[in-house]
Nanobody, 121 residues
Framework: QVQLVESGGGLVQAGGSLRLSCDAS????????MGWFRQAPGKEREFQAS??????YYADSVKGRFTISRDNAKNTVYLQMNYLKPEDTAVYYC????????????????WGKGTLVTVSS
């Protein structure tokens, strides 16, 4: 079994920064991809960033602003979010894939419970 626990969400003004953390426990299958999704009220859960085999992928809306990183020794994944915009407001979910691609919800094997990020004007 795998458990994913997100932290680091909160309220921040536009232009500010936050760093989200995802602590994983259990059988995490370290070579598999991990990533971040977000879901705003009334919208679908949307891919944000992933990391696998040293490669990173980002949604177009966050390229140049967000950075995903992974500490395999700690089983922790981070999402550094800079230049935040009000449209970034959402619940952010950590995800562990069932393979080397976790860019869609259907590729996700385990989800965290989410952490809320609110960006004010």
């Amino acid at each position: 079994q795998v458990q994913l626990v997100e932290s680091g969400g909160g309220l921040v003004q536009a232009g500010g920064s936050l760093r989200l953390s995802c602590d994983a426990s259990g059988r995490t299958f370290s070579p598999y991809a991990m990533g971040w999704f977000r879901q705003a009220p009334g919208k679908e859960r949307e891919f944000q960033a992933s990391i696998s085999g040293g490669l990173t992928y980002y949604a177009d809306s966050v390229k140049g602003r967000f950075t995903i990183s992974r500490d395999n020794a700690k089983n922790t994944v981070y999402l550094q979010m800079n230049y935040l915009k009000p449209e970034d407001t959402a619940v952010y979910y950590c995800a562990l894939g069932r393979g080397y691609d976790v860019t869609t919800p259907q590729r996700v094997e385990y989800w965290g419970k989410g952490t809320l990020v609110t960006v004010s004007s």
